[in-house]
């Protein structure tokens, strides 16, 4: 049923709870799973930085973002392989929800696996989804995971 599972990171503790659900189809189904980390290239407007640093500052950005990416996928195969699943990982700039759904496309990925914080109202209003996002615009499957919740279905 599933040949690709596409798990995109953003490096934090949420995204690498996913895994378990990724994980499990993956073993079930004998799927490759694809660790994929997106440099949000839109997130340089909002650092304020003026036009004489700028140019500067893009770089090292860039190369940190990436370092930093190169770390979440590079957990992402360590957990992999420790259960002998295939994996493949990719860092890539762009906007997230955009690049997901595009390697998603190019990849000939079958499900994506993405966590979701649960986030209602003015706050998920105000901080936007990049989880929503990807349901609304992916060309299959997506299955979300509820991050932050306790037994009791309280967050």
């Known amino acids: 049923m599933y040949d690709h599972i596409l798990v995109p990171t953003d490096g934090s503790d949420a995204s690498i709870e996913a895994l378990d659900e990724a994980f499990a189809l993956a073993d079930r189904f004998g799927a490759t799973v694809h660790a994929l980390y997106v440099v949000d290239d839109t997130a340089l ?3 304020g ?16 973002m990436e370092a930093f990416g190169e770390r979440a996928t590079g957990r992402i195969r360590e957990a992999a392989e420790e259960e002998g699943i295939d994996v493949v990982t990719a860092v890539m700039d ?3 929800n955009r690049q997901i759904v595009e390697y998603a496309d190019d990849h000939g990925v079958d499900l ?3 966590a979701t914080h649960g986030r ?3 706050q998920r209003a105000l901080l936007g989804s990049t989880t929503e996002r990807v349901v609304r615009r ?3 499957p997506v299955l979300t995971v509820r991050i932050g919740r306790d037994g009791n279905g309280e967050e």
């Open 138 to 140: 992916a060309n299959v």
């Open 49 to 64: 930085l003026d036009d004489l640093s700028f140019d500067t500052h893009v770089d090292e950005y860039f190369a940190d």
């Open 120 to 122: 209602r109202g003015v």
């Open 94 to 96: 762009g906007i997230p």
């Open 112 to 114: 994506i696996v993405m």
């Open 45 to 47: 407007a909002a650092t």
